[in-house]
């Protein structure tokens, strides 16, 4: 016999597993500062840029130097590289 479940409930309601998300709209001049920011940490993608910039901003003004900048910098050239990604020179 199914077990029979109603509509827009949840039912695996587990909190690790949950992801938020949210839209971000931009004008111009904050497109233009995010494209010359993805070129800088050579990062293709606008989200994973978002988020690597969110940290790194979280890091210098919590306390950490300038390490994460670097790694996350050195971590992007080798996946664009695996992933032959060549667009930024």
Known sequence: MPI???PFT???DDENKRIDTFTVKLNK???AILQKMKSLIEQ???STCLKQLAWYAAKVLLGDNQTYLIET???N???N???GIVEFE
């Open 4 to 6: 029979k479940q109603k």
């Open 10 to 12: 949840r039912y695996n």
């Open 29 to 31: 001049e904050e497109r």
């Open 44 to 46: 293709p993608k606008d």
């Open 73 to 75: 910098l050195f971590k």
């Open 77 to 79: 050239k080798r996946k």
């Open 81 to 83: 590289a695996r992933l």
